[in-house]
């Protein structure tokens, strides 16, 4: 007996359905992206090895799905690995490609490697599937889409306010209220490491503060204790843990706490010229709210920090992210060239509308009309119309047996076809056609012109 069929654990099939709902949400998102100016642009699903690992920290190296080398790939692998089973070391001799991580890494390498043709400031936009090692649960996969718009060539805090606005279109489009846009600045963070005095504990500071949401203050401490921080320091930053209020009575709160920090002034500066644009272009759907613990603990951030929360009635994880990334393409080599980017996750945001029931009707709407099939002359003459209906935007279909009509309504209604049309020798005789409305029964005679009319409305 034939072994069932199965898809790797963080993977997902797609029914028509659901594709035409992500496509609802991946056209919204286009929509936007193409409104503020953002061209686009796609890159390889892998990338060689050596242009992800070292980009995403020890956590993110972790997650990165290596390609083996092709052929007999042990053959080249470092044979001391082997004996030692040292693992790490083993994997960079027997794997030189590995599976995108993210899109900003590879967007970064593209810069670099096409900077003679791009005009600069660059805005673009890439909607493509990226790949995780992480262990699945709702709302997180190992194969999902990210949606990203990035400016490269710009250090102009403009562009931040610009990035807030365009999530709060995209979520006003997809009718989604309730949105927080949580935002941070590194330079706050480095400030806190500095009044600390961790500065070379930053990468540790900053990964376990952005576990807060997930395992708590009491958690957090015991990293930061783990990771060698010492009790005196975190007794000094116990005020962030404190800090409630609007933005306002925030800032004024970390101004006191940093105050000692000029690199931390520097990152309230640039907090308090956003939220001042801001509340003089209010946003229509979402919420700005600034939350000093967000880290995002990936190296290449070195401004503002976001992170996008669904509405608090629906229990998800962040449905966006993103911030500024002044050194990222020095990583390859190209110095002095600020970005910034933002990241939409498409699979969680269309579990929220889900959950929400905010996809519209005709999201999932198909076929207008099926022709039932008669015979083989009867089936000529639908197919003609079929094609002239087409012709009209109208979508239609023949059902391309002759089978039993039971059988042939019983399909119709299955699909959700909300119209069928019976055409025999009858109807051929006098070149008009039956239609039915599937749902009221309602039947009518009707010569082209009139069927177009009545499945155009």
């Known amino acids: 007996m034939a072994q069932k069929p199965s898809i790797p654990k963080g993977t997902r099939d797609f029914s028509p359905e ?44 972790r997650l990165i799905f290596k390609i083996l080398n092709s052929g007999d790939f ?56 990226v790949w995780r090692a992480d262990r699945p649960q709702k709302g997180r996969f190992r194969e999902f889409y990210q949606c990203d718009a990035d400016v490269v060539g710009s250090n102009s805090l403009w562009q931040e306010v610009e990035f807030i606005q365009l999530y709060d279109s995209v979520f006003n489009s997809l009718g989604l209220e309730g949105v927080t846009i949580k935002i941070n600045n590194r330079k ?20 376990a503060l952005d576990k807060l949401d ?12 783990e990771k060698g921080i010492s009790e005196e320091a975190l007794q000094k930053i116990q005020p962030i843990f404190n800090l409630k209020g609007s933005f306002a009575e ?5 101004s006191s706490i940093l105050k000692g920090s000029e690199t931390g002034q520097k990152g309230i500066q640039e907090l308090e010229f956003i939220q001042n644009a801001i509340q003089e272009m209010p946003l229509k759907t979402a919420k700005l709210d600034l939350d000093v613990t967000l880290a995002r603990g990936l190296n290449y951030y070195t ?33 002095d060239m600020s970005g910034i980017g933002i990241s939409f996750g498409l699979d969680r945001i269309y579990l929220v509308l889900e959950e929400l029931e905010l996809f519209p009707a005709t999201v999932t709407e198909n076929t207008k009309v099926l022709f039932i099939n008669f015979g083989e002359k009867e089936a000529l003459y639908a ?48 070149q008009k056609y039956t239609l039915k409305h599937m749902k009221s029964g309602e039947q009518s005679s009707l010569d082209f012109a009139g069927l177009k009319s009545k499945l155009s409305s």
């Not at 936007?32 to 686009?40: A, I, L, N, T, V």
């Not at 706050?188 to 990964?207: H, M, R, Y």
């Not at 997930?214 to 204790?225: D, F, L």
């Open 18 to 61: 659901e594709v035409a709902k992500r496509n609802y949400i991946f056209n919204c998102i286009q929509t936007e992206f193409k409104r503020f100016g953002f061209q686009p642009i796609e890159t390889p699903s892998f990338e060689n090895s050596s242009t992800l690992m070292g980009k995403y920290g020890d956590e993110g190296d």
């Open 74 to 129: 042990l053959k080249k692998a470092d044979k001391d690995a082997l004996t030692e089973n040292d693992s790490i070391k083993l994997t960079s001799s027997i794997s030189e490609k590995a599976l995108r991580y993210d899109l900003t890494v590879p967007f970064a390498r593209y810069v670099v490697q096409h900077q003679n043709e791009i005009e600069f400031p660059f805005k673009r936009y890439q909607m493509q599937p």
């Open 188 to 207: 706050v963070l480095s400030g806190f490491a500095e009044v600390i005095g961790e500065q070379d504990k930053l990468i540790d500071f900053t990964v």
């Open 214 to 225: 997930k395992i708590g203050e009491e958690g957090v401490k015991k990293e930061m204790r």
């Open 250 to 254: 925030k800032i004024q709160g970390l």
């Open 303 to 335: 401004g503002a920090i976001f992170e996008v929360s669904a509405p608090e009635k629906v229990k998800m994880g962040s449905i966006g992210g993103g911030g500024r990334y002044d050194d990222l393409t020095g990583i390859f080599g190209l110095k």
């Open 383 to 430: 197919m003609k119309t079929v094609e002239k209906l087409r012709g009209e935007n109208i979508t239609a279909e023949i059902y391309p047996d002759a089978a039993k009509m039971g059988k042939q309504m019983k399909y119709a209604d299955k699909r959700q076809i909300p119209y069928v049309v019976l055409a025999g020798e009858e109807e051929m005789n006098n």
